[in-house]
């Protein structure tokens, strides 16, 4: 009968899921699916509790216990520009925790079935591949490493060398009971997937991390199967997970203009490396005051806010929010135009906005914005570099070549806020800042935008 209880419930726990899911398709709905799959994963902790091969509440409730104390430590104190790193590290520590959960299940199990043991490696080598991966793109992300890509020689071969001797050991761990096997494939897997990681850039982590995120729900799945009865819950779970997050990894590639092949097998982020002339332009670099803009946007009808990672690093989203409500006070129409890639992580710029609690209606994805650029009297760009590039559509030397952009040339006027003239991610000089209507603002973004606050309400 508890059997039937605890089944019951996951079932319910999945149809939340899946609720929460479609929730988050739109802005307006996000908390709630968050509200919504929260409710299901608590529903489902609680049932497999009541399950009989629960040997130990008092570990349990210790891990509870310092899970949700490290859990409300990173939420206090994780700054909204380090939130791409943290969400990789959770995917790490997803994969992670279905490496420790397959293991366990080998070592102690004894004799196992073929399936059982298929499902207990392909955990164990996704589990280690996520959790490395998403080790090493966090810290490109922190800077810790370079996150240009990282290359050296032979290293195609060496990655298929890995890869070989991962499928050998794999086939070892099935045919013959032997925990010296799994350590060895555990660690061959966790190898894997740094070289997997290491060539793509830092521009290119929106697209890794979307993977990552795959990875980490099909080693959940696969985990739902090491259990001599398979885990429905686990199997449901990692299934929506790994699903969802390859969709939005296609999404992304296609986005960016890239094979999600490129992605799954390393080869991300060393598409046509271009040479002098795809990283340096040249021009006149017009710069201007906030008194400039402030006169360009007398009588505008329309102004776009093209938010990009530099608004995260300065903080400025609730100042870009207090300048948009300056402008309409004074009849502009007011629209921001999101780049699925802009920020490191997906939605990066959109949860920034959120959080200074920029209308939704205002937020307009690439493909609806894109036509209304040419009717714009005025574009202002906070410290987004290469989605903005121009060269993307016209020098095929450039690595960006191909990259859908926000069009941001076509407008009347334009104003980029930026600390200096370095590149972005890219390592691409941006044609846009040499183009005649386009008006510099160096300094702080935060700064900056306070400036146009006041040259705006004079």
């Known amino acids: 009968m508890a059997e039937a209880y605890i089944n019951l419930c996951y079932l319910v726990s999945s149809a939340l899921f899946i ?9 307006r709905t996000a908390r709630t699916g968050n509200l919504i799959g929260s409710w299901g994963m608590l529903i489902a902790i609680a049932a497999t509790l009541l399950g009989k091969s629960i040997l130990s509440y008092e570990l349990i409730i210790v891990g509870i216990v310092v899970g949700s104390f490290l859990g409300v430590l990173l939420a206090l104190l994780v700054k909204m520009t380090a939130m791409p790193q943290m969400v990789g590290l959770l995917n790490g520590f997803g994969g992670a925790a279905s490496l420790l959960v397959a293991g366990a299940q080998y070592m102690t199990q004894g004799e196992q079935n073929i399936y059982v043991l298929i499902g207990i490696v392909l955990s164990v080598v996704v589990g280690a591949v996520t959790f490395t991966g998403s080790v090493i793109a966090a810290a490109k992300l922190q800077e810790l490493i370079s996150g240009r890509p990282l290359v050296y020689p032979l290293q195609k071969t060496i990655t298929l060398v890995v890869a070989i001797v991962t499928i050998g050991f794999s086939v070892l761990l099935v045919r013959e009971i032997n925990n010296d096997y799994l350590y060895i494939l555990s660690a061959i897997s966790g190898l894997l997937g740094i070289l997997l990681v290491l060539p793509i850039g830092g521009g290119d982590m929106p697209v890794v991390i979307c993977l990552l995120n795959s990875y980490s729900g099909m080693a959940a799945m696969f985990t739902g ?45 060393q598409v046509q490396q271009g040479g002098a002339a795809a990283t340096k332009a040249h021009g006149n670099i017009k710069s201007g005051t906030a008194e400039d803009v402030g006169m360009l946007l007398d009588g505008a009808r329309l102004a776009i806010i093209v938010p990009g990672y530099g608004m995260a690093v300065a903080q400025a989203q609730h100042v870009v929010k207090e300048f948009s409500d300056a402008l309409m006070k004074k009849g502009v129409d007011v629209k921001y135009a999101i780049h699925p890639v802009a920020g490191r992580m997906p939605g990066h710029m959109n949860v920034l906005l959120a959080e200074a609690n920029v209308p939704y209606d205002q937020l307009y994805e690439m493909d609806k914005i894109n036509p209304q650029f040419s009717e714009a009297d005025l574009v202002l760009v906070v410290g987004a570099n290469d989605i903005t590039n121009p060269s993307a559509k016209t020098n095929q030397s450039s690595p960006l070549f191909g990259m859908p952009i926000l069009e941001v040339d076509r407008a009347r006027a334009i104003v980029v806020l930026k600390r200096s003239m370095n590149p972005g991610f890219a390592g691409v000089d941006n044609e846009l800042y040499y183009n005649s209507k386009c008006m510099m603002l160096f300094g702080d973004a935060k700064k900056s935008l306070t400036d146009l606050i006041s040259a705006v309400r004079q």
């Open 19 to 27: 609720i929460g899911l479609k929730c988050l398709g739109s802005p």
């Open 225 to 269: 199967f090491t259990f001599k009865t398979p885990n429905a819950m686990l199997i449901i779970t990692g299934s929506l997970v790994g699903a969802s997050g390859i969709i939005l990894t296609a999404i992304m590639c296609k986005a960016m203009n890239r094979s999600i092949w490129n992605v799954i097998f390393g080869g991300f982020g």
